[in-house]
């Protein structure tokens, strides 16, 4: 079965400092792989996506994303943080067939930024 | 104006009470989507429908059911809340388009069952 997994579920890092997100996952090909962010109070804001072609992708804010399908991992990274991107961040897969809407949700993972 | 619109925002009811959480959208998307999100658990899908005349169960539907009214609106109802009903609720939008499954969130509607 298709899963997500975030293995940090709260992440503290100082303002300034460099920022990866793990996110690997269990699906039968490759998926598309998505990374949102939640901020406090707010529905989920797409970060950056990947379908296929080069495995680093570049999203909004700053991030970026590398695809590995040896490791199944779509780990988020970005080179410093700034006190605003303290928020919950989700990975999430869905599948490429055109009428599967299964798409998949890790459970998060908590970031707070340290002045 | 936001894309996807949800009401109630905020919504406390008591155990057995119907309740309808309702979504908009002006993305003039085909596809729309409800989930819970729980602490720990992320988002787990509830119902999807793909046009007005299409509707699907997703991960968890027990004890809830939707309503497609139009492109543009999805409503999900509770029939008879209870308390591990609680949780946060998103609806989400997203288009046809070759099997891209990036989707658009509304800004949640908050439910606290007493």
């Known amino acids: 079965a298709q899963s997500v997994t975030q293995p940090d579920i709260h992440i503290t890092v100082s303002e300034g400092a460099s920022l990866e997100l793990r996110c690997n996952y269990s699906?039968?090909?490759?998926?598309?792989l998505f990374w949102y962010v939640q901020s406090p109070g707010q529905g989920l804001q797409l970060l950056l996506k990947?379908?296929?072609?080069?495995?680093l992708v570049q999203g909004i804010k700053g991030f970026e994303a590398e695809f590995k399908r040896s490791q199944s991992s779509f780990n988020l990274r970005k080179p410093s943080v700034h006190w605003s991107d303290a928020a919950e961040y989700f990975c999430a897969v869905g599948p490429k067939a055109y009428n599967n809407n299964d798409m998949r949700f890790g459970a998060g993972t908590r970031l707070t930024v340290k002045p | 104006d936001a894309d996807v619109t949800q009401t109630p925002r905020n919504r406390i009811t008591k155990t057995g009470k119907r309740i309808m959480l309702e979504c908009s959208q002006t993305k003039g998307h085909d596809r729309m989507y409800w989930y819970r999100q729980d602490p720990g658990l992320g988002l787990r899908l509830i119902y999807y429908s793909f046009d007005v005349k299409d509707i699907n169960k997703g991960e968890i539907s027990d004890g809830y059911s939707v309503s497609r009214q139009a492109q543009a609106k999805f409503s999900l109802s509770l029939e008879s809340a209870i308390p591990n009903q609680t949780a946060l609720y998103f609806c989400?939008?997203?288009?046809?388009?070759?099997?891209?499954?990036?989707?658009?969130f509304g800004p949640g509607t908050r439910l606290t069952v007493l």
């Open positions: 989400a939008t997203s288009d046809i388009g070759g099997g891209n499954n990036e989707q658009f």
């Open positions: 699906y039968g090909a490759t998926p598309y």
């Open positions: 990947y379908f296929s072609g080069d495995t």
